[in-house]
Structures are given as C-alpha cells and as structure tokens.
C-alpha cells in the first residue's frame, strides 16, 4: 500500500514536473515579429517627425538600418524585448542612441514600434500597435488534402 | 534453431554469409550505385550524418516492442501522428525554436499515451498476429487523425492562424511550415568536421536515448519484457502480467516514436499535414532490417548500420538509376522496391525460421516419447 | 449469414441476432439504410444513387469475390491482391499493344493475364505454403514489392502503342490509360436495362453470377470440400489423406486469377487502365468488403462477397453526396477510411480467427 501510494506521488511529481516546464516554454518561447517604424506620428493633434536615419541595434548587431518612412522587423522569443536605436537626426550628425524597452502583449503575434514616437518619450499605447497582416494572396487557390497518399516519397 | 554442427572454417563462413545476407546485399547494391551516381565523398558523409540525426531517434522506437515479442511495431506511425498533432498545435501558438520544440514534445505524451494504449489493447486481442494488425490499426487512426485534422481543428480545437488553416475556415494545410524551429536542435552546439556539420545536440539526445534504451533492458520491466518476448507461456507461470507488459512496451514506443517524429520534423523544416507519417513507419522499418535486424531480434548496432546502409541506397538510387537509363524515376522505383523487398525478405525469414523451429520441437518430443517406450 | 461468432451460451432474441450478424455489421447496414432514406430529402435522386450503387458493386464485386478460395484453404485475407491485379494490368496492356480492339481486347485480356496469374500465383502459393501461419502480413508486402517493381517494368518494358505510352518520349506507360476503343463498358453495355435515369449493367452483373456461381459449383465439388476442410481443420485434413499444400496452392492461384478478371472488369466498367502505384491499397477495399458482408478470417461465401459489396459500396458512393448536402463537409474519405479499416480491426481482434 505504501510502496503503491509511492510510485504515484512519483507519478504525480513527473506530471506536474512536465506541467510546470510546457507553462515555462509557453512563456519564453512565445515567438512575436517586431517592426519598427521610422514614419511621422500624429498624437493628440501633435506631429512627431521621422527621422534621417535609424539603426535598430540588438547589443553589436545591426537588425535594421531605416531611411524615412522605412519599416524594418525582427524575431524575438520571450516577452522582455530590448533592443537600441541610433537616431541620426541629418547626414553626419552626432548619432544618438536610445534604448527599446517593451513588455510584449502575449496575444499579440506582430507588434509594430513607432520609432519616432518612442523617441519623444510619448506613453506606450501612443507608439505601440498591433500588426495585423493581409489575408495572404492566393489563398483561396489552395485545395483540400489530395485523397490518394504520396506513394513515393522524394525525400526523407 | 542452433546447428550442432562442428564450425568448420567454411561452414562460419556460410552461415556469416547467411546470417547477414541483407546488409551483405545492400553494401553490395551501395558498392555498385555509389560510383555510377557520381556523388562526392564529401556530398554523401555530409548527407548521411543529416539523415543520422534526423531518423535514428524515430528507428530506435521500434527496438522495445521487439524485445516484448510483438515484432515490427507498424504502429509507431501512431506516435508520429501525435507528434505531428503537438506540433501543429505549438506552431498555431507560436511557441519557436527550443522551446517550441520542447513544448511539442511534452504535448505529444498524452496523445501518444492514449494512442499507445489503444494500439497495445488491440494487439492484445490479436496474439500471434500483431504485425499485420498493427499495420491496419496504422491505417484506422490515419482516418482518426484526419478527422481530427481536417475537420475538427478550426471549430473544435481553436486554431487561430489563417497561415495553417485551410481558407474554408477549419481543417490545417496540406503543408504547415515549421521555420520558426527548423534545425533549432541541429544547430544549437552544432560543430563542423572538415566541412561536415554534426548536429551534436540531436546525437547527444541519440546517445542518451541508445544508453536509456541499455538501461531499460536491466530493470526489472525489461527483463520482464524479455522473458514475454521468449515464451507468453512461460512468462505467465512465472507471475509476470503478460498483457500489461505488452501494453507498457507499445505505449514506450509510441511515445518515443512521437518524439523522433518531431525531432525529424524539426530537420524537415515543414510537415506535409496528410502525408508525413503515410510512409515513415516502412522506411524506419525498412532501414532497421537493413541494419541486419530481424523480426525477434534488434539492437542499436542495427540501428545505426540500417541508417547509412539505407539512406546511402536512397541517395544514390535516382541519380544512378538516371545515369543508367535516362530516368530518373526508375531511380526513384527501386528505392521503393528495395525497402519493400527487404520487409518481405525478412519477414518470409523470420517465418520460416519459426516453423522450422516448431517442427524440430515436434520432432524432439517424438524421439524423447519414442525413447520413453523404450 | 454466416455466423461470425461461436456463440457458446444460447442467448435469445435481439442480442443473438446482434451477436450472430455482429454489432459492426449491424451499424455500417444502419448507417446505409439512414443514407438511402436521406437522400431524397436532401435533393438527391434516388435512383440515381442506387444506379450508382448497383454501377460500382458490378465494378468491385469480382475483386471481392477473389477473396474467397484463399479464405476457404486457411490462407487468409488475400492482402496479396495487387500480385493478381497486376497480372490483369499485364494482360491488359499486353492485348492493347497487340492490336487487339473492341470486344476482342477483352477477351485477349483475359486469355493473356491468365498465364501471369498462374505464374505469379504459383509462386506465391508456394511461398504462402513455406510460411504458414504468418500468411496476412506476407502477402502485404509480396503485394507491395510486386507494385513497385512493376512500376519499373511499366517504365523499361518495350511497349510502344502510341495510346499508352508518354507522347514526348515516345517510351514509358502512362499512369493512366484509357480503354476506349478497346473494352470500355464491354460488359456493362450488353443486355444494359435502362428505365430513366436508373439503369443496370446487366452483362457485368451476369458476368459477375457465372463466376460466382462457378465458385459456389467449386466449392461444392470433391476438390472445393477438401479446400474447405484444409481451412477449417488443416491436422484433420492431412489425416484424411488430403494434400494440404497442394490444395492450399490451388486456393492461391484460383484467388490470383480472379484478382487479374477483376481488375479488368473494373477497368472495362472505369474506363481507365490504372497503372504505377495504383493498384498499392486496392486489397484494403475487397477485404473490407468481404468482411463487412460478414466473412471473417476463416469463412467467408459467396453471400458475404455480393452483401458486402454492396454495403461497401453503398457507402462509398452515397456519403459524399448526401452528406454533403447535409452537413455541408465532404467527410466521404474519412468515413470510408473509418470504416474500411475499422472492419478489418474488428475481424482481426477476432478469438476464433485461428492463428494467422
């Protein structure tokens, strides 16, 4: 009665084990494409200007190099989203960098960043949006699964 | 079954011969389509070693239900269908990379288990013929999956991605991209050798599951399965539950088989929704008996000799087969014919051999009755 | 009916009426009869559809039929088939290239795929002979490697009728073929009723009776009884003086030919010649078939080939129809899959079925 009252705690322990690592993966693997905007923002009547240039940094690496009204993106895992951005205001001023902090929306699978907005220090929901993509092209062509299975496979 | 017969130099040579005839046969097919095929070293190893990562975790699926008497587990396809359940869920969650592919892992449990379950009941209620009833249990969750595929993802399990829903509104694609973990296994820690990249991380994972799969085999359930892979009659005098025994192997097999089906997956780098796991059964079980395994009888070794051997044929094979005749396609068919004939050759040896051995049986307890009136 | 279970307690009414005929039987005869009743609510003709039926159970019915002398020996389901149906696409293209036309490529068909089959069946008599008792999983993949060689003979195999080959080489069997001007609705269109929109092929359908009546007239014969007590008692047999073997390969060799005869009567009713990897899952469909009329393993008559058939293909063409129209998915193909295999499952898991 022990030993079996044993092996199900064992049991009880693995599944919760298991529970506990899917709920950590679903936090830091949740994946999110975010574009970044160097485009003119309107905000309650105001106008934030784009700028020259912006350079979207992620520590050393160069993610995006954005001229105006450019739109540039990258893939991040996790929630916690930090990057920098280095603003050139004209052609051959000093570069001034800023960084990107933002708690991603986990709902959200695409998140756009309005640069210039970010820069002038505009609350959060003035700069962020979601992305929501076209329905993609063709996608009506596409038909149902074929009946007869692929006999002769070309790779596997 | 084993000859008393004095081992002569000739005769070990014979039956060495005998005893390795289809991985004989296929070095022999390879030495022949390698050269005509006129693939570089370089181009082949770097091929092979992709292929190593990519299947042997779904081929050592098949080495448990083995042990346990149960032979070639057509059902492992059951496992691959799970995997790919979990991995078109996480993927319309948009879980990426490691995690992604974690989280796929750790879905497909329940579903393999459930599977698994209901695969080892019915073999079960069909002993003596878990093969053949195996193959068709493959086939009948292959019309479950596709229920559940096709018509209950979108209204029953929410799907929320238009990029893997089909434009009616429910059902998945015949294809669901994986970009977001392609090779995230295979590139985590990979190193090159000589312009060869070793996915070390996926054959760390190998090599874990071969010394877990050595380690099974000493615990008491291993042994148990063991003694139920010899004689059911015997096992069941000596106390052992038989019919749970056989369960707990076709449910670690189908759990294991949804693992390499998402760790080959992952390689993959997209899912052919309806016709990934149509075949993967065969070509696992094709490349083990190529290894040199039999129907009763299967060790790692096998395992890895069955990968090159038989993934060495399926690269050559078109190419050759195009530089012989002109056409690619005849290429294409031998592969098909060859992993087909190497079931067939096997699975008419294996049978043959078992009624030989039941005959020598008869005549054994003939003699020994005939000495007894004496 | 057969009984497809030894009922050891004698149990009463409706439970032994469920128990003889078996609960799957009785749900996929069920579910047809909901069908036939839905479809004239759906919109659907209802003769229409019984033509259909009666069209697809005059195509299959001889393929089914094939099952019967291997089951009757103790051989098994013929999961084999495709070896037989090859042998017929042989004869098939063979009397195409020849020149023959019209009615005459039929019976050239035959007459050519008649040699194959003994041939193919020989052997695979001989081979089912070494490894009794592990028949059903054998025969499986002695079919699959005969489809895949074949496909590279149709590739290599000097045919050269301009119908049949690939127009741009000039070389290679197409994937397809069609039989017209050769043996389109040869059969179907002799002695054809039609009243409407509902018509019989009644050629295929008297084709169909005399081979069935040819088997049952076998089955009735000294040889077809030995055949029968091979299957039911093989130890009983050998004592009685019986060749087992020999009748075993007869059994083989009879389901072969009939396999070859099947396919082409399919083609002549199709209108198509199917070739490559076609033939890979057509033994699935006839076990189902034959099983669902209610064979098992071990048993299996002329009565479960033309029920079952008909079930099955009562199934197969009318829930794409009619399901359609009422809940608006085409779930044909799942069903069919479902129900097909489910039905093997059923008689495989089967206590009684011996040991295969």
Not at chain 2, 112 to 140: D, H, P, Q, W
Not at chain 2, 157 to 177: D, F
Not at chain 3, 62 to 74: A, F, R
């Amino acid at each position: 009665m022990n030993r079996k009252k044993r092996a199900l705690l064992y049991r009880l322990g693995a599944v919760a084990l298991l529970i506990v690592i899917s709920a950590a993966m679903l936090w830091v693997g949740r994946g999110h494409t975010v574009y970044f905007d160097n485009k003119t923002l309107e905000y309650e009547g105001q106008s934030y200007p784009s700028f020259y240039r912006m350079t979207v940094k992620d520590g050393d690496a160069t993610v995006a190099k954005l001229a105006k009204r450019e739109r540039g993106m990258a893939d991040w895992m996790g929630q916690h989203f930090e990057m920098q951005v280095e603003v050139l205001t004209e052609k051959g001023a000093e570069p001034v960098v800023y960084p990107i902090k933002l708690e991603l929306p986990y709902g959200m699978d695409g998140i756009v960043v309005n640069l210039p907005g970010m820069v002038a220090g505009l609350p959060q929901q003035a700069w962020v949006s979601e992305f929501i993509p076209s329905e993609p092209q063709g996608a009506q062509e596409e038909e149902l699964p074929p009946t007869e299975e692929d006999l002769v496979p070309t790779d596997i | 079954m084993k000859k008393q017969s004095q081992a002569s130099g000739a005769g070990a040579v014979a039956r060495f011969l005998r005893q390795n005839s289809v991985p004989l046969m296929f070095i022999i097919i390879c030495a022949v389509l390698i050269p005509i095929s006129g693939f570089s070293a370089g181009y082949l190893i770097n091929e092979i070693v992709t292929r190593m990562g990519r299947n042997i975790f779904l081929i050592l699926s098949l080495l448990i239900p083995i042990t346990a008497g149960m032979g070639l587990n057509f059902g492992m396809t059951l496992g691959a269908m799970a995997g790919e359940i979990a991995l078109i869920l996480v993927s319309d969650w948009q879980i990426w990379g490691i995690p992604g592919i974690v989280l796929a892992m750790i879905v497909s449990i329940p579903i393999s288990v459930g599977l698994g379950l209901l695969c080892g009941k019915i073999l079960n209620m069909a002993k003596g013929r878990e093969m053949v009833t195996s193959y068709i249990t493959s086939f009948f969750i292959g019309g479950v999956y596709m229920l559940v595929v096709l018509y209950m993802m979108g209204p029953i399990i929410p799907i929320a991605h238009s990029s893997i829903k089909l434009p009616r509104g429910y059902g998945i694609r015949n294809t669901v991209s994986l970009l977001s973990m392609r090779q995230s296994l295979d590139n985590l820690l990979a190193i090159r050798v000589l312009g060869v990249k070793i996915p070390t991380l996926t054959f760390l994972i190998i090599g874990l599951m071969c010394l877990g799969i050595v380690w099974f085999g000493k615990t008491k359930l291993g042994q148990d399965m063991r003694a139920v892979g010899q004689d059911i009659q015997v096992a069941r005098d000596a106390g052992i539950d038989v019919e749970r025994t056989r369960l707990i192997s076709i449910i670690i097999s189908t759990v294991l088989a949804g693992f390499g089906m998402i760790i080959y997956l992952q390689n993959m780098g997209n899912l052919s929704t309806y016709s990934s796991h149509t075949q993967i059964g065969m070509f696992c079980i094709a490349a083990l008996l190529v290894g040199g395994a039999s129907v009763e009888k299967a060790s790692i070794g096998n395992v890895f000799l069955g990968v090159i051997l038989f993934h060495l044929m399926f690269i050559v094979a078109p190419q050759a087969g195009a530089k012989i005749t002109g056409d690619s396609m005849i290429g294409e068919y031998f592969r098909v014919f060859a992993s087909y004939g190497v079931i067939t050759i096997a699975l008419i040896m294996y049978e043959t051999r078992k009624r030989k051995a039941k005959l020598m049986a008869g005549r054994q307890l003939q003699l020994a009755q005939s000495e007894d009136v004496k | 009916m057969s009984q497809t279970e030894k009922t050891l307690k004698p149990v009463s009414g409706f439970s032994a009426f469920v128990q003889n005929f078996g609960l799957p039987r009785l749900i996929i005869a069920g579910f047809l009869l909901l069908l036939f009743i839905a479809a004239p609510f759906v919109g659907s003709n209802f003769f229409t559809q019984l033509t259909n039926t009666i069209n697809r159970f005059s195509w299959n019915a001889i393929l089914v039929l094939s099952m019967v002398p291997m089951v009757h020996s103790g051989c098994g389901l013929n999961f084999g088939l495709p070896l037989g149906i090859v042998s017929g696409l042989l004869g098939a293209t063979i009397s195409m290239e020849l020149g023959f036309t019209g009615g005459l490529s039929f019976l050239m068909a035959i007459l050519i795929a008649t040699p194959f089959a003994l041939i193919f069946g020989y052997g695979y008599g001989h081979l089912l002979n070494r490894i009794k008792g592990g028949e059903m999983m054998i025969a499986t993949y002695v079919g699959f490697s005969a489809v895949s060689f074949m496909c590279i003979a149709w590739l290599l195999l000097p045919y050269r009728s301009p119908n049949m080959v690939w127009g741009l080489s000039g070389k290679g069997l197409r994937t397809t073929i069609t039989v017209e001007g050769y043996y389109d609705k040869i059969l179907a269109n002799f002695l054809k009723i039609e009243i409407g929109s509902f018509s019989i092929p009644v050629g295929t359908l008297l084709f169909f009776a005399l081979l069935a009546f040819l088997m049952w007239a076998f089955l009735h014969t000294k040889a077809g009884t030995a055949m029968t007590a091979v299957g039911s008692n093989p130890t009983f047999a050998r004592a009685s003086g019986i060749n087992v073997d020999k009748v075993r390969l007869q059994s083989v060799i009879m389901s072969t030919w009939l396999g070859a005869v099947g396919i082409l009567v399919y083609q002549q009713g199709f209108g198509f010649i199917q070739l490559y990897m076609a033939p890979f899952y057509m033994a699935l469909p006839a076990i189902s078939a034959i099983l669902i009329g209610g064979a098992s393993v071990n048993k299996a008559s002329i009565t479960n080939v033309i029920i079952g058939t008909f079930l099955f293909q009562g199934i197969v063409t009318m829930t794409p129809t009619v399901m359609n129209n009422i809940i608006r998915m085409d779930m044909s193909e799942v069903i069919r899959v479902i129900v097909s295999q489910g039905m093997i499952l059923y008689a495989l898991t089967r206590k009684q079925g011996g040991s295969k």
